[in-house]
């Protein structure tokens, strides 16, 4: 049913389910406990655009009056949902997130929605994811701002005092199991949200400059973790690589301090970067990808098969590795039309002279198919997950002692 929550005995809350602000973190609480018990919970967080902050000034009567009203219209429409709603699904609003958007006005309605398992207690973050995947919902849907400007906050202040982290995911060679070396993945340990992927936080940082002081570091972090461990083999690391920090013109020059303060040879990183990328600005990307390739870098195309991809753009960009997108393995082995397109695809980039490499490998059954289709390498839970950097030197030893995968082995 798609309802209007009042929560019982919380001092406050009224028949149209708004609290005042301090009321927020116990009738969340109460909300995410009735919400757990449902087969599919989701809670809408709702907001309005086109409006300013908040004005005291035009007092707390009139600060309440309008959330109240838009409340008593959600109440008036939640009739006319039924059926076009999942029956579970509960709709919550608070008062304070109107008030502290609120001016007069004619607003917009909006909503961010996060459709997950309910695992936080804490009603707070469930708020908060709402308004994080609202920002990715669409032009006049779900704008979240507030948790977003919390967000570049927090990261902002995790960027500086070091609080980011880099993981490692193996790759390894088909051919005969060498382990070539690692995808170096940025993670962030949220104080209150906990594991953040990068698919949130990097966009965040995209908006800011942030993503430029990240991406430096991520490039040194994962060159000095590679670079200090190659007493285990010459272990190669990929970073991708935002549009941001590409078109840096500090770019080449940072890679190339880096590689020579840590003394890793240069053909053991690579630069991962997308095809929309690539055709944004054209014209700067193959200068910078001429400058990467005098140093020695190597350069992938990342996430083909996700867009447009096509041979047009592997002709007209000097690439030296195709990765293709874990959608190519989602429905393998059993469809014959997944395995012409990922067989296609390898073909097409051999065809080029470039490296193939899958990821998102996950069962014995792709990796076997992948070896019949002449794929060079392939990543994956299959073997392992990403982990910190002295788990994946621990893994590499496990692996080796076993027998099961070996390392050190160069790209050719």
């Keep these: 049913m798609f309802r209007n929550l009042a929560v019982p005995g919380i001092q406050g809350w009224d028949d149209i389910g708004l609290g005042p602000v301090?009321?927020?973190?116990?009738?969340?609480?109460?909300?995410?406990?009735?919400?757990?018990?449902?087969?599919?919970?989701?809670?809408?967080?709702?907001g309005l655009d086109r409006v300013l902050v908040y004005n005291p000034a035009f007092s707390e009567l009139l600060g309440e009056l309008h959330p109240r009203l838009f409340g008593a219209r959600l109440s008036d429409l939640a009739p006319s949902a039924r059926g076009q709603i999942e029956p579970d699904l509960e709709a919550i609003h608070d008062g304070q997130n109107f008030?502290?958007?609120?001016?007069?006005?004619?607003?917009?309605?909006?909503y961010d929605v996060a459709c997950s398992p309910v695992r936080a207690e804490d009603g707070k973050v469930l708020a908060v994811l709402c308004s994080v995947t609202g920002d990715h919902a669409g032009a006049g849907v779900g704008r979240g701002?507030?948790?977003?400007?919390?967000?570049?906050?927090?990261?902002?202040?995790?960027?500086q005092n070091g609080l980011l982290d880099l993981h490692y995911q193996p790759q390894i060679r088909l051919s005969d199991e060498h382990i070539i070396g690692f995808e170096a993945l940025a993670r962030w340990q949220h104080p209150v949200l906990g594991d953040v992927a990068p698919d949130c936080f990097i966009p965040v940082a995209e908006e800011t400059d942030l993503i430029l002081e990240i991406g430096r570091w991520v490039i040194s972090k994962a060159v000095e973790d590679i670079a200090s461990h190659q007493n285990r083999g010459q272990l190669a690391v990929a970073v991708n690589v935002s549009p941001a920090q590409f078109y840096d013109p500090e770019l080449v020059d940072h890679v190339g301090r880096t590689l020579k303060e840590h003394d890793l040879p240069p053909e053991l990183l690579e630069l991962e970067i997308t095809e929309s990328m690539a055709l944004e600005n054209e014209e700067v990307v193959c200068a910078g990808m001429a400058a990467l390739h005098d140093l020695g870098i190597k350069i992938a195309m990342d996430d083909f098969g996700s867009g447009y991809s096509n041979i047009a753009t592997?002709?007209?960009?000097?690439?030296?590795?195709?990765?293709?997108?874990?959608?190519?393995?989602?429905?393998?082995?059993?469809?014959?039309?997944?395995?012409?397109?990922?067989?296609?695809?390898i073909r097409m980039?051999?065809?080029?002279?470039?490296?193939?490499?899958?990821?998102?490998?996950?069962t014995g059954s792709q990796l076997d198919l992948l070896r019949a289709l002449d794929c060079d390498y392939?990543?994956?839970?299959?073997?392992?997950?990403?982990?910190?950097?002295?788990?994946?030197?621990?893994?590499?030893?496990?692996?080796?002692?076993?027998?099961?995968?070996?390392?050190?082995?160069?790209r050719t």
């Design 22 to 46: 301090g009321e927020w973190g116990d009738g969340m609480r109460v909300a995410v406990q009735t919400m757990a018990s449902l087969p599919k919970p989701a809670c809408i967080l709702w």
């Design 99 to 110: 008030i502290m958007q609120w001016h007069l006005g004619k607003p917009e309605r909006a």
């Design 145 to 159: 701002t507030g948790a977003r400007s919390r967000m570049k906050r927090d990261l902002g202040i995790a960027t």
């Design 314 to 345: 592997l002709k007209q960009f000097s690439f030296d590795r195709l990765k293709l997108d874990r959608s190519f393995l989602a429905d393998l082995p059993t469809s014959e039309a997944g395995q012409a397109a990922i067989s296609n695809a």
């Design 349 to 362: 980039g051999k065809g080029l002279g470039l490296e193939i490499i899958a990821e998102g490998v996950e």
């Design 378 to 410: 392939a990543q994956g839970f299959f073997y392992a997950a990403p982990m910190p950097i002295d788990d994946a030197m621990a893994w590499l030893v496990q692996h080796d002692a076993a027998g099961s995968a070996k390392f050190g082995g160069l």
